[in-house]
């Protein structure tokens, strides 16, 4: 742990920012992956109707 405490002095804007960019593209995939589940949901209930 010592190590990482060290090291976060050295994180630049730019990696903050990297990081941040990494975060949102996975939400990003995470929203489409549930929203393709959503949509299969749906248009199997409406295939059952």
Avoid: H
């Avoid at 090291?7 to 995470?30: A, G, H, M, R, S």
């Amino acid at each position: 742990m010592d190590e990482i405490g060290r090291l976060i002095d050295y994180i630049t804007p730019e990696d903050t920012k990297k990081i941040d960019n990494t975060v949102e593209q996975d939400q990003i995939k995470v929203d489409n992956a549930i929203a393709a589940f959503e949509a299969a949901k749906e248009r199997e209930n409406q295939r059952q109707m």
